[in-house]
Nanobody
Framework: LSSLSQSGGGSVQSGGSLRLTCASS????????MGWFRHAPGSDRETVGTVDSNGLVKYADSVKGRFTISQDSAKNTLYLQMSDLRPEDTATYYC??????????????????????WGQGTQVTVSA
């Protein structure tokens, strides 16, 4: 069972930037589908972005051009750099890894949650 530890997040004004960090102490992240999803009150969870074992990164349309996912394989750590933040980005952000596959599919974080391979969540609040 992989333990994912998140850090970063906080409160910023619209247009600001934040970086989230997700460190794995178990699964080797680069071998699987990994990424970030978010959950805002009253809304469904949604994928922010994913990266597969080949390094292919995909983003939700709502964050393209503003958010960047990167990884440090030596540190077994995943990052989410968020720029030009908007109030609608306000949510709890989670990192997760789907250890059942090296390719990312639409239900990737559902499998991660069912296997317990997701972080504790970090709050991001963007004020207008």
């Amino acid at each position: 069972l992989s333990s994912l530890s998140q850090s970063g997040g906080g409160s910023v004004q619209s247009g600001g930037s934040l970086r989230l960090t997700c460190a794995s102490s178990g699964a080797i992240l680069r071998e699987y589908c990994m990424g970030w999803f978010r959950h805002a009150p009253g809304s469904d969870r949604e994928t922010v972005g994913t990266v597969d074992s080949n390094g292919l990164v995909k983003y939700a349309d709502s964050v393209k051009g503003r958010f960047t996912i990167s990884q440090d394989s030596a540190k077994n750590t995943l990052y989410l750099q968020m720029s030009d933040l908007r109030p609608e980005d306000t949510a709890t952000y989670y990192c997760a890894v789907d250890t059942t596959t090296d390719t990312c599919f639409s239900r990737w974080y559902h499998r991660a949650i069912s296997r317990g391979t997701w972080g504790q969540g970090t709050q991001v609040t963007v004020s207008a």
